[in-house]
């Protein structure tokens, strides 16, 4: 203002259009003036660029900010919709590759064998679908790089490349069964192809249970897919190791690993033992996928003047002395402990003028329809049409009984032992899927209705390993085991329905206060007309229909109840239940179990009985303290149950 006057100061502040001219020498001053004022205006100037240049570096800055910004909102947004994707496609192939590899069934039959190709196709089609969601994105690439992000990604992309390896060990498995069950002949079983299906069984495993992985680090979709997948592929290692110890145990019974001789004992659910009663046999030779088997004959024929061996544990003497069971067939598998039996039947047969044997094979009459299952149906001289899996009970249980008179048995047992040879020879005679063969003896064990013992250690150990010797204490913990055992000379087993409730309570000085109740139903016809099936027999009953159970209850040795002796290791009660034709009756055992506490846990290990009708069991738990836990428990035998309360 003071320079150029107030009218030019108005011009510049009303927006006045207006030229400026050079000052000169005489207008500006002396020459010292005029330089002064000229390096004020180039500072000012340069200043002026100075701040132009700043404002444009931060208006780059600013743009560069923004883009990243709507980047990274954009790569979040496309990220989240493949994650999302990817995710479902994961949970589809999860799916598929848990019903592909954990249903035993489907690798040992050949409608199986055809779902799970079927099936492993669809594995393959959605692991290629999250793969190209995780692999052919841009917004992926670029979370890949921010820390907490790049997780999620690398986490599922992980989950991916597992699955994948789970594809193949499926193809693998599928691929050698296959060979396993198309190799072999009219005579034998290809011992080398089982054996390499086998192999592969436990090369799958391995591989198998290293994909589970830790989840460390992820927080999201990925740490959802990844811990049930860790759950998924822990079932999966499971199957194959259960299944690798059913080819190894098929194995040894095919003689793949040496000639095999043994004692094959038919047992009768009709007349029950703790398994059915011996009363048919026969001597089974298997070598290298080979079996021959001897005549079917009556235990009559074995019969014995003494003892094979003494009694020497002093529980089994006082409860089952005086049934004989060393010397009386009928008897010999009244304890509840399969080896014990077995070795008892060696020194019997033995004794009889039988031949060595390396071990003993209980097969009752469920266990021959699982295996007519696999050899397909079979005809028996002396039974009119064919006997298969469908009908095998009701004709050897059933239908040979109530039209023999009462005492007249004797041919009927020589029929029963020839369906269980005629169903072994006829892999001799037809081809024989192997497979099949392992799912039958599998199915038949879980029930104990299909039991093994060998002398050879290593051999009594791979049983032990397939949970098919019978023991009650090889296993360990704390067992409870129910038999109902027939005292009456009738085959009324064919009618008899069992079912057992065991009423816990835990009290607060750690003891169990157990209350079994055993409830029998008895669906013979009253007033029926006497036979060999409905009795009676004279001289325990003379009700023609009734049914006389000697109930037995095995539980941890350190239980205890009125009457109660150590048997064979463990406490066992004894009690006799008489129900008549139509009726049902019940009876209730007490014991107290004291110190069974470990590390503040309770657990329980139900033993099934190999009954023709499996049981229906309920177990109700109650306790003042605060247990984790089922408090009401029923399932129907399958295999044995193993049952655990943890304090909290």
């Not at 402990?337 to 097969?363: C, K, L, N």
């Not at 607060?508 to 009676?536: E, F, Q, R, V």
């Not at 027999?537 to 350190?558: F, K, M």
Request: proline share 4%; charged share 15%; hydrophobic share 40%.
């Amino acid at each position: 203002m003071f320079r150029y006057g107030w009218a030019h100061f108005n011009q510049h502040r009303l927006n006045i259009r207006h030229g400026h001219r050079t000052p000169t020498a005489s207008s500006t001053g002396t020459d010292g003036s005029t330089k002064k004022r000229q390096g004020i205006t180039s500072h000012i100037k340069s200043r002026r660029i100075k701040w132009a240049g700043a404002g444009i570096g931060r208006q780059i800055v600013l743009g560069v900010i923004f883009f990243s910004v709507v980047i990274l909102g954009l790569s979040l947004v496309g990220g989240a919709y493949r994650l999302f994707h990817a995710r479902q496609e994961i949970a589809s192939a999860q799916a598929s590759a848990v019903q592909t590899l954990s249903n035993k069934q489907a690798l040992f039959t050949p409608g199986g064998r055809a779902q799970l190709a079927n099936r492993l196709v669809v594995l393959s089609q959605n692991i290629d679908n999250a793969n190209s969601g995780l692999q052919k994105s841009w917004s992926l690439d670029v979370l890949k790089h921010i820390p907490f992000v790049s997780n999620e990604v690398s986490g599922l992309t992980q989950s991916v490349s597992d699955l994948d390896s789970v594809l193949i060990q499926g193809q693998l498995l599928l691929w050698k069964v296959n060979q396993a069950a198309n190799s072999g002949g009219v005579n034998s079983i290809n011992v080398p192809a089982v054996q390499a299906a086998s192999s592969q069984f436990q090369s799958s495993e391995m591989v198998l249970s290293t994909l589970v992985r830790p989840d460390a680090g992820m927080w999201g979709p990925s740490k959802t897919v990844r811990d049930r997948l860790n759950k998924e592929i822990q079932q999966l290692v499971r199957t194959l190791h259960n299944g690798s110890r059913g080819m190894n145990f098929a194995l040894d019974v095919l003689g793949a690993n040496g000639p095999r001789t043994y004692f094959l004992a038919g047992l009768n659910n009709a007349e029950m033992r703790d398994q059915g009663m011996v009363l048919s046999y026969a001597v089974l030779h298997a070598a290298n996928g080979h079996f021959t088997i001897s005549p079917a004959q009556s235990v009559n024929g074995l019969a014995l003047s003494k003892p094979a061996v003494p009694l020497t544990d002093p529980g089994t003497k006082t409860i089952f002395g005086p049934l004989l069971p060393t010397r009386l067939w009928p008897s010999v598998n009244a304890p509840g402990d399969f080896p014990t039996s077995a070795r008892w039947m060696e020194a019997m047969y033995q004794q009889a003028g039988g031949t060595h044997v390396d071990g003993v094979i209980g097969m009752d009459v469920n266990a021959l329809e699982f295996l007519l299952k696999a050899t397909g149906p079979i005809r028996v001289s002396g039974i009119s049409g064919v006997v298969n899996s469908g009908n095998a009970s009701a004709i050897l249980l059933h239908r040979l009984y109530v039209s023999t008179p009462p005492g007249g048995q004797n041919a009927r047992r020589d029929e029963t032992a020839a369906v269980a040879g005629a169903a072994i020879q006829r892999f001799n005679t037809v081809k024989v899927d192997p497979l099949h063969f392992v799912t039958a003896l599998s199915s038949a064990t879980v029930n104990r209705h299909l039991l093994f013992y060998a002398n050879n250690p290593a051999v009594e150990s791979n049983i032990v390993g397939f949970h098919a010797n019978g023991s009650l204490t090889s296993s360990g913990g704390n067992v409870v085991h129910v038999a109902i055992e027939s005292g009456v000379k009738a085959k009324l087993g064919y009618y008899i329905h069992s079912s057992v409730t065991y009423n816990i309570r835990s009290g607060l000085d750690n003891t169990l206060y157990l209350a079994t109740t055993i409830t029998l139903h008895n669906s013979a016809p009253s007033h029926a007309k006497a036979s060999y099936a409905l009795g009676p027999d004279n001289v325990n009953t003379h009700i023609t229909g009734e049914y006389i159970a000697r109930i037995y209850e095995w539980l941890p040795s350190h239980a205890s109840s009125p009457g109660s002796v150590l048997e064979n290791g463990l406490s066992l009660n004894y009690s006799v239940l008489h129900v008549l034709p139509g009726q049902t009756a019940s009876i209730t055992m007490r014991s107290i179990i004291q110190n069974i506490h470990r590390n503040g846990a309770i657990n329980l290990r139900f033993v099934p009985q190999g009954e023709l009708y499996a049981a229906t069991n309920t177990v109700n738990f109650t306790s003042p303290r605060n247990f984790g836990g089922p408090r009401t428990l029923t399932w129907v035998s399958a295999g044995t149950k193993s049952i655990t309360w943890t304090t909290k």
